[in-house]
């Protein structure tokens, strides 16, 4: 048992040594999902994320001295997620100052320019959305990307 938990703390050493940048970036977007963003996607979130980065951890034990990741891909993630993080946050805010529930501007409804301009409503919504669920295609191809980098 102490064998595999030395083993762990080795693995985990190594992957924030190598893809520190990368962890946070991942660990800030579900902080920032988690604030608005209904249950089943935060969890869903979670799965692809802590699944990238357990495939990650498994790659990089078995070439401990490789690269542990694409550098080119770990970038375009952390720049995905910076951004997601910001569009999350600033609708948060949004929401936080006109006192509405979180997450009532994911919904075409809430929004107050509905009424106004639907268009530039509902591009909000699929903006804070899609977004969001680049980052997680993104994350998941970095973490599968890891495998093949030698």
């Known amino acids: 048992m102490s064998k595999q938990l030395s083993n762990l703390k080795a693995i985990s050493s190594a992957l924030m040594r190598r ?6 970036t991942i660990i800030v977007f579900m902080v920032a999902i988690s604030l608005r963003f209904p249950l089943w996607f935060v969890m869903l979130s979670a799965a692809v994320n802590g ?13 401990p001295s490789g690269p542990a ?5 770990g970038a375009v993630l952390i720049g995905s997620g910076l951004a997601s993080v910001a569009l999350t946050l600033k609708w948060w805010f949004v929401e936080q100052q006109m006192k509405l529930a979180p997450g009532v501007l994911l919904r075409l409804a809430g929004h107050t320019e509905a009424a106004s301009n639907p268009t530039l409503a509902w591009s909000s919504v699929l903006t804070q959305w899609g977004s969001c669920s680049i980052f997680l295609v993104i994350v998941a191809a970095w973490g599968l990307g890891s495998g093949r980098v030698e």
């Open 19 to 24: 893809a520190w940048p990368q962890v946070l």
């Open 51 to 63: 699944a990238a980065v357990a495939y990650l951890a498994q790659c990089s034990a078995s070439r």
């Open 69 to 73: 990741y694409d550098p080119f891909l």
